[in-house]
């Protein structure tokens, strides 16, 4: 296992992230997964015997109960809490109140408070805020997210569903009050949605700001199970649960190719895929869920996974991102200027 810097924070996570959200199944998360107690521990034992130190949840997980179930895991396990990094998240609604729900300063902080009782933990490593807030100021919500920080109960930031404008305006604001800006950005990436290459991507490469992929098999679609004669696996989320949207078309054409390497390598469709979002240079930490230890397993395999030069090249073009402005002139305007500064 690797480990990348988290931003520019000095703090170093692994390449591969372990995502929560299969533990629990209550209310709407069930489709996605329902881990009882006694797999969540051997879930997050072998993540960590592997060399897995970061850990990704949410409050809204399971409403509340994917952190619960985490926090005993850690507990149970007797994990030093230097030893691991810890994510959770705040913006989806935590309950039928009108303020239970948002990135207003009072959510944010009855939000981290909740969750650190939930996971039995003094701190949390790294909050994200987990999409936009339509009704609440960036600048209340950067307010709310410096005084969780200040108060020592969040060591650092991070954004989730954001466009790179927000993430660029919510960073200069707290750049100009002297409060902390965000070192990480949450986004689905994955072979089949590289849609975060035409702005996140550029952007997060400049600001170092660390690019955290979910749902890198793009809800299962890519797990190797789903071809143009298959459309329904039989035992996947993706049957009930269609998220997120994939143009399948283009997505069968990419799994084609992913077959035929993932042959020659002996490994699974799903190891090639997740071992070409690791391999991406804005990407700090994959994050990867698992319904069972096999699923954990074939997804932890694709670090150790080798690609030549030519297949990464295969790979690439066949999911290529079709050419949109302004980036075609950008790049067009671009090649009569660098023979300038050779």
């Known amino acids: 296992m690797k480990y990348n810097e988290l931003g520019k924070t000095g703090v170093l996570v692994s ?30 034992k072998t993540s960590l015997d592997s060399g897995i130190n970061f850990i990704d949840t949410a409050n809204a997980y399971s409403e509340g109960l994917s952190e619960t179930l985490l926090g005993e895991s850690l507990k149970k396990l007797g994990v030093a809490r230097p030893e691991v990094v810890i994510a959770t998240k705040v913006r989806i609604r935590m309950g039928a109140g009108a303020n239970q729900v948002g990135l207003s300063r009072l959510h944010i902080m009855d939000s981290v408070n909740d969750s650190l009782k939930r996971m039995q933990l003094s701190h949390i490593d790294l909050l994200y805020i987990h999409g936009v ?24 930031i991070g954004i989730s569903n954001h466009p790179a404008w927000m993430v660029m305006k919510a960073n200069a604001y707290a750049e100009k009050m002297g409060w902390t800006k965000f070192v990480a950005s949450q986004n689905y990436y994955s072979i089949a949605g590289r849609d975060i290459e035409r702005e996140l991507v550029p952007m997060a490469l400049s600001e170092n700001i660390g690019i955290m992929p979910w749902s890198p098999l793009a809800g299962g679609f890519l797990s190797g199970k789903y071809t143009r004669e298959i459309e329904q696996a039989g035992n996947s989320r993706r049957d009930s649960f269609d998220f997120p949207p994939v143009n399948k078309e283009k997505a069968y054409d990419i799994i084609d190719v992913m077959k035929e390497i993932a042959a020659s390598h002996k490994v699974s469709v799903a190891t090639v895929a997740l071992n070409w979002v690791t391999k991406q240079p804005s990407v700090t930490s994959t994050i990867i869920g698992a319904k069972n230890l096999k699923q954990l397993n074939d997804n932890i395999a694709a670090v150790k996974l080798e690609l030549t030069p030519v297949e990464m090249i295969r790979l690439s073009e066949v999911s290529a991102l079709s050419p949109e402005y ?17």
Do not use: H
């Open 15 to 44: 390449e591969l992230c372990l995502g929560t959200m299969t533990f629990g199944g209550k209310g709407y998360w069930e489709a996605i997964g329902k881990l009882p107690q006694g797999e969540v521990n051997q879930i997050v």
């Open 133 to 156: 807030d339509p009704i609440t100021p960036i600048e209340e919500t950067m307010r709310g997210l410096e005084d969780v920080v200040r108060s020592g109960k969040v060591r650092y």
């Open 326 to 342: 302004p980036g075609w002139m950008v790049n067009r305007q671009q090649l009569g200027r660098w023979p300038e500064i050779k």
